[in-house]
């Protein structure tokens, strides 16, 4: 178990603990009104704990209190991991970012794209850009998801049972077969849709490697980082350990979601690199230190430092933003100034984000309002875990992000 403590006092790394009391003070009204279940925020900065709090219940019904080594479905928090995974095959020389998708998983060399028409009758034209690998970790490959709810194609996703997950049985390999046999939104690299486009990479690093998705993970990445308690399923002995997922309710409440925040209690068929897995604050502060270390955390290096800096850097074509290039999305706040990595939503310009904040700072968050991003012109690292899908159902991020900032002083 990893575990995560405060290790210095704020105003030793520039915090104002006044300051940082603000933060508690405004999130335990989500709790305290019914709005969340319950929270937990960890600030570091320089590599040390200075804030970490929490509020309210892992498990409101059951009476459980968020513990500092309560486990929470990350979800999309999953795609950074998943998405270093396939770095440290690139350098290893076992693909290169322009190659193309087909060239590994066959089945994307019959994808078209969506042209005209409804999910009832699409029409659809050939692939003018191939797929290639750096689409996938930009999402600019033309996938999407059945819950974006935007776009004809996002229909047929759910026509094909992929919503909030996939056909009972189903493994990753024939989840891929399976989108690949769905027009894409758009041809390849000219936009952007959050989407399945992980989990591809997911499978792709499973080709390239060798083995298991879970298995690679472990290997190169989960165990040199010591994140013992991050993985595909809960086994029994930490099930109690688990929270409770909640949804929204009426009159600004949340309820329990019952069996669609069930997690397995063994390794499940699909393996999502796009947001299967389970993590707790220690394990995803000790990720979060390794990409602010460069790539390197105790000694243990998974990534060259050239690497990192080419996946925090906005790779979105001419360098425009998000809200310029994206498709409409679920997302509860713009993204203007904020661009994408390999990986990771990339602020460029803070005074377009209308947050205070730095350029370079990098993250993103996962479908139950979870959430980190790294800042290493201020050698920070903030981590927000609570258990509430979605994430649009209040301005958790952006709230948040201010009122840390308000609290660095030095």
Known sequence: MTDIAIEVEPGEVGLDAGRLERIDAHF??????????????????????????????????AGLPVEADTLFRIYSMTKP???????????????????????????FGSTRVFRSGSSTKPVTEPVTEPMRIWH?????????????YVHPVDALYRQAGFELGAPKGMDLAEACDRW???????????????????????????VVSGQSLDEFLHDRILGPLGMDDTGFFVDDAHQGRLAELYLPAAERKCAPAGRLGAVPGSLPALLSGGGGLVSTAGD??????????????????LLGPRTHAYMVRNHLPGGVDLEAYGQSTFAETSFDGVGFGLGFSVVDDPAAVKV???????????????????????????????????????????????????????
């Open 284 to 301: 995803y502060h000790r990720f979060c230190r390794m990409l602010l270390g460069r790539g390197e955390l105790d000694g243990t290096r």
């Open 180 to 206: 690949a046999a769905l027009p894409l939104v758009f041809q390849p690299g000219t936009s952007w849709n959050y989407s399945v486009a992980t989990d591809v990479l997911g499978r792709l690093i499973e």
């Open 81 to 107: 991991i998943t998405s270093v995974a396939a770095m440290v095959l690139y350098e290893e020389g076992a693909f290169e970012l322009k190659d193309q998708v087909k060239w590994y998983l066959p089945a």
């Open 28 to 61: 335990r009204r989500f709790v305290d009104d019914g709005r969340l279940p319950g929270w937990l925020l960890a600030v570091s900065r320089h590599g040390r704990v200075a804030h970490l709090s929490t509020h309210g219940h892992a498990n409101r019904e």
């Open 136 to 148: 996938l970790l930009t999402h600019t490959a033309g996938l999407t998801y059945g819950f974006n």
């Open 356 to 410: 205070v904040g730095s350029a370079g700072e990098y993250g993103w968050g996962g479908a139950a309002s979870t959430a980190f991003w790294v800042d290493p012109a201020d050698d920070m690292i903030v981590m927000f875990f609570t258990q509430l899908l979605p994430s649009s159902t209040y301005a958790i991020r952006p709230q948040l992000r201010q009122l840390v900032q308000q609290a660095v002083v030095g």
